[in-house]
């Protein structure tokens, strides 16, 4: 993943597997895609943070716990005149992307346990909605780079 890429609906949905509560609304082998999906976004992502600091060596970078799951987001902001003003910008940004991002997993589960009800197939239905999400989920990025200057570029579980 280039260091200028928005994360991915795949990354999305690391944050905020909880929600999704595949065991609830999948069977066995929508899991075992779902958590493969998981492992790959996990492995790929183990030199995110060194890309960012390469290519955006100005700004500053925050971390704020999720309000809907335990992993914590990180953002990187554009400084602003003081230290404070860009950290108020930093948890407003965290406060509406996070908040943007339930909302998106709420919808993506109640589309896939539509979907699995009306027949469709486990893994159709999810590789159909991701690819319907990934766009949304850009512009929810893009939006909260625009309105705070702050770029959401990973989750990462507590250690």
């Known amino acids: 993943m280039l260091a200028t890429q928005k994360p991915s609906v795949r990354h999305i949905i690391i944050q905020f597997r909880t929600k999704l509560t595949l065991g609830q609304l999948m069977g066995d082998s929508m899991r075992l895609i779902v958590f493969g999906i998981l492992a ?4 790929a992502g183990c030199s995110r943070q060194a890309m960012m600091d390469r290519a955006y060596p100005d700004r500053m970078r925050f971390a704020f716990q999720s309000a809907h799951t335990e992993d914590i987001l990180k953002y990187a902001c554009e400084r ?4 404070s003003e860009t950290r108020r910008r930093a948890t407003a940004a965290h406060r509406y992307f996070d908040s943007q991002m339930d909302a998106f997993a709420q919808r993506f589960a109640e589309r896939m346990k539509q979907a699995v009800d009306n027949g469709e197939n486990e893994v159709v239905a999810a590789v159909r909605l991701s690819r319907q999400s990934e766009d949304w989920a850009e512009q929810v990025v893009d939006l909260t780079e625009a309105r705070y200057q702050c770029m959401f570029y990973d989750a990462v ?3």
């Open 40 to 43: 790959t976004a996990l492995l």
């Open 80 to 83: 602003g005149e003081t230290e």
């Open 157 to 159: 579980e507590p250690t």
